[in-house]
């Protein structure tokens, strides 16, 4: 069906007279583009096909990965109160006498009657009294502040060792490294008991922890320029009651081993909780995690890892003062100011987070309470790839934004997900906002080789920095508004989609048969709403303005390929309405359901054909111009007139 099918052929010049047999229509000759489209189709579905089979292939190795097997047997010791005990006091009895009055009662008698035994017997120097230790040995410090001159080290020949503070809490008894140590104490043997005690004033890590076998009871890290408590190639590690606070990379680490942390408390710090390296099995459970840049950070785990994160309390992490070039972190640490100023962290964790899980494997985060997140109560993502990382996840049934009390105070996003890995699942029916619009939920989990484009290019991107060059466009980072990676690239594609359509357009005002007015009426308005409306859905962060941009700028864009299918451009017009198909797919996968048998994101495949689709488009607007096949010839049969006729005279 022709574009003027409404109008009347004009008569030609050489036209029949009425009554005498009209010539047949000679028909535009078509059959030598079934052959260029037939191979171009083919092509596309073969493309397709092979997408899908690759990607299926890409996350079949992630899957076929099996859980860790058990651990060693090492288990942390419990309390004891008999041994062999040493005595560990201050030199200045003012001092002591100064920690010991805000000490319970009765311990703070008993404390007196040991600081008498300890000014004949005992020592004044916790690492000198590791020295003199022998296996089994109990090392009790009385309260006071102590300077060290050298790492407090339990070698890995002092067994069952257990040192402990005689306060009421950590607070009471502090062991400093005034910021001329790397570590302040470090504990490598087997069976170890640390409690009671604070580890103040490093350069680099508070407390070591490489153990196996070891039990760390109320024991806080306070300022401390790189890792408060860090258990490191352990096992059979217990953190219980533990406090962090003013530390620049993260409060607790917990690195390649297994070990649990309950019940701790972790502020004013880069990282609340950070769990990472391979073969990694923890349980974070019971903790309360606020005023950090990221709450618990999850990530680099391996795809061995075996990691529960239960009922913390996690909130307000909204820093983003973390520059490892400003002039406070290249000043003296001991002339920082550890409150109010910036963290110098190495690496740096994304502002505004909650739960990060960056290629993180194998982790279980439930009954969590999340509020007041400035970027995501819940980040993750992962690798793309066969060999790629983020995969078995399982974030379900946690409370998002709400308060203790039971007042509301929302995120800004309470799952952000950039579609990567394998075995993903989300069932959150109480979440309010997620990114993108709708998540896979537990009863199929969704597995990928390649997520959503523009938030993967952002993990990519931004993800976890190097503090010393954080990258532009991050607004976990500190880009605002128009600075954001999301927007910038809305725009350009905005722009890109309109140039674009109006390509296209062109290209079929140009054809044999150009559309009438008024034919790309509704094509232009989807088109149009569908590019404004993604800039505003990156400016918003709403991810259901963006599929519904995605959807509409689909609509728009078969609406055309139909017309110019109709105006003789079939080849061009069947690739636009293609496009659009595809458009459409992706706009479902974002908004409606996760199309759980993709194996890559739907937007992956409009993607790779845009470039193609674009070389069609600026050929058929400003290639050379269509000619019109020359009608063909009607002879005429000459009249013989009469030499005369009534009227000659």
């Given at each position: 069906m022709r574009c003027r099918a409404g109008y009347p052929?004009?008569?030609?010049?050489?036209?029949?007279?009425?009554?005498?047999?009209?010539?047949?229509?000679?028909?535009?000759?078509?059959?030598?583009?079934?052959?260029?489209?037939?191979?171009?189709?083919?092509?596309?579905?073969?493309a397709l096909v092979a997408s899908c089979y690759l990607g299926g292939l890409a996350v079949e190795p992630r899957l076929a990965e099996t859980l860790p097997p058990a651990a060693a047997d090492a288990e942390p010791p419990p309390y004891r109160e008999t041994g062999p005990a040493l005595l560990?006091?201050?030199a200045d009895a003012d001092a002591f006498t100064e920690r010991n009055e805000n000490v319970d009662y009765l311990q703070r008698l008993e404390n007196e009657r040991l600081y008498e035994d300890c000014a004949d017997t005992g020592h004044h120097d916790l690492p000198a009294?590791?020295?003199?230790?022998?296996?089994?040995?109990?090392?009790?410090?009385?309260?006071g502040h102590y300077a060290l001159d050298r790492t407090a080290v339990i070698g890995p020949d002092l067994t069952g060792l257990q040192v402990e503070g005689l306060g009421d809490g950590p607070e009471d008894v502090t062991l400093s490294g005034r910021f001329a140590l790397d570590t302040v104490?470090?504990?490598a043997g087997a069976d170890v008991h640390l409690s009671g005690f604070t580890v103040a004033q490093a350069r680099g890590t508070g407390l070591r922890v490489t153990a196996d076998g070891a039990a760390v009871d109320r024991v806080a890290a306070h300022q401390i320029g790189g890792l408060g408590i860090h258990v490191a190639d352990a096992a059979g590690v217990l953190l219980t009651g533990c406090r962090a606070d003013a530390v620049d990379t993260a409060g607790i680490a917990v690195h390649r081993s297994e070990a649990d942390v309950q019940g701790c408390e972790v502020t004013g710090s880069t990282a609340g909780i950070a769990v990472s390296g391979p073969g990694t099995a923890a349980d974070i459970t019971g903790n309360r995690l606020h005023g950090n840049a990221t709450g618990l950070a999850i990530h680099d785990t391996g795809n061995r890892s075996d990691i529960?994160?239960?009922?913390?309390?996690?909130?307000?992490?909204?820093?983003?003062?973390?520059?490892a070039d400003a002039a406070a972190c290249r000043a003296d640490p001991a002339q920082r100011d550890w409150d109010g100023g910036p963290r110098c962290p190495d690496p740096a964790y994304p502002g505004g987070i909650g739960l990060l899980l960056a290629d993180a494997d194998g982790v279980e985060a439930t009954a969590n309470r999340i509020w007041n997140q400035r970027t995501a109560a819940v980040a993750a993502w992962?690798?793309?790839?066969?060999?790629?990382?983020?995969?078995?996840?399982?974030?379900?049934?946690?409370?998002?934004?709400?308060?203790?009390?039971?007042?509301?105070?929302?995120n800004r996003l309470d799952v952000w997900w950039d579609g990567n890995g394998a075995g993903n699942c989300f069932d959150e029916p109480g979440a309010h906002r997620t990114a993108p619009s709708v998540v896979p939920s537990c009863d199929v989990p969704a597995t990928r080789a390649l997520g959503?484009?523009?938030?993967?290019?952002?993990?990519?991107?931004?993800?976890?920095?190097?503090?010393?060059a954080v990258p532009d466009g991050c607004d976990w980072f500190g880009a605002r508004f128009t600075e954001r990676l999301e927007f910038r690239a809305a725009v350009a594609f905005a722009v890109a989609l309109l140039f674009l359509a109006g390509a296209g357009w062109l290209g079929a005002a140009r054809a044999p048969d150009p559309p009438r007015a008024g034919q790309m009426t509704f094509s232009a308005l989807a088109t149009g709403a569908g590019a404004l409306l993604s800039v505003l859905a990156a400016w918003s962060g709403r991810a259901d303005y963006e599929a519904l941009a995605v959807g509409l700028w689909g609509l728009g864009w078969i609406l055309a390929g139909r017309s110019w299918r109709r105006c003789g451009i079939r080849v061009f017009g069947t690739f636009t309405v293609l496009i659009g198909l595809l458009a459409l797919l992706d706009a479902i996968d974002r908004g409606v359901r996760t199309l759980v048998l993709a194996p890559v994101a739907p937007a992956w495949l409009w993607l790779a054909l845009l470039p193609l689709w674009t070389l069609f488009a600026l050929a058929a607007a400003f290639g050379p111009r269509r000619r019109e096949p020359e009608p063909v010839r009607v002879e005429r049969t000459p009249v013989t007139a009469p030499s005369h006729d009534r009227f000659d005279w």
């Open positions: 052929d004009p008569v030609p010049p050489h036209a029949p007279p009425p009554g005498a047999e009209r010539p047949r229509r000679a028909l535009r000759p078509r059959p030598e583009r079934r052959l260029p489209v037939l191979a171009f189709m083919t092509a596309v579905l073969a560990v006091c201050p009294a590791l020295d003199a230790a022998e296996p089994g040995d109990r090392v009790l410090l009385l309260p104490m470090e504990a529960t994160a239960a009922e913390n309390l996690v909130y307000d992490n909204n820093r983003r003062d973390l520059d992962g690798t793309p790839g066969p060999d790629g990382a983020g995969n078995r996840n399982t974030v379900a049934g946690n409370e998002f934004g709400v308060r203790e009390d039971g007042q509301r105070q929302r959503d484009p523009l938030r993967t290019l952002k993990a990519w991107h931004c993800g976890i920095a190097d503090a010393g």
